[in-house]
């Protein structure tokens, strides 16, 4: 056997154990990424909040409708609406708890380990308008 023929068969063994070693690196490496990137999708309870602020500022249910034109003003709250029925009706298909705290009235549900989230709104309350804080109490999101 002549040399450069046993050199080009060590060269062989050697690529095939690197081309090894680098395919477990890529699949380490991928499954990382795959679980880090679950793991944003996976925890989704903050986004619910934030619809749920939205939906009561911006939604129909607890806005302010002006007698004259109609209209729904977003961002306000009609406090003659601030009752449990109407929040739960508003959210029959969320299971989430949370509790609504307007000048001293509070509508929603007891809640464990609570954090809140003030907004400044204005507050109708028959024909007369004012500014008020209108609290939402959350449980801790567990992620």
């Known amino acids: ?6 050199v080009l068969g060590y060269k062989s063994v050697y690529f095939i154990a690197a081309m090894f070693l680098l395919a477990f690196i ?13 793991g944003k999708i ?15 500022l911006y939604g129909p249910c607890l806005t302010y409708t002006d007698p004259q034109t ?5 961002g306000t709250i009609d406090f003659n609406k601030f009752t449990n029925e109407t929040l739960e009706g508003c959210f029959s298909f969320i299971t989430e708890k949370m509790k609504l705290t307007l000048n001293g009235k509070s509508i929603g549900e007891s809640i464990y380990d609570p954090y809140s989230i003030n907004k400044t709104t204005w ?6 308008k004012e500014p008020a804080t209108l609290k939402f109490t959350f ?4 992620c």
């Open 123 to 128: 507050v109708y309350n028959g024909e007369e």
């Open 1 to 6: 056997m002549s040399k450069g023929q046993s």
């Open 26 to 38: 890529f699949l380490y490496m991928h499954s990382a990424f795959a679980n880090y990137q679950t």
């Open 42 to 56: 996976e925890c989704t309870d903050t986004a619910i909040q934030e619809i749920m602020i939205a939906k009561i």
């Open 70 to 74: 109609q209209q729904s003003i977003p």
């Open 139 to 142: 449980e801790e999101p567990p």
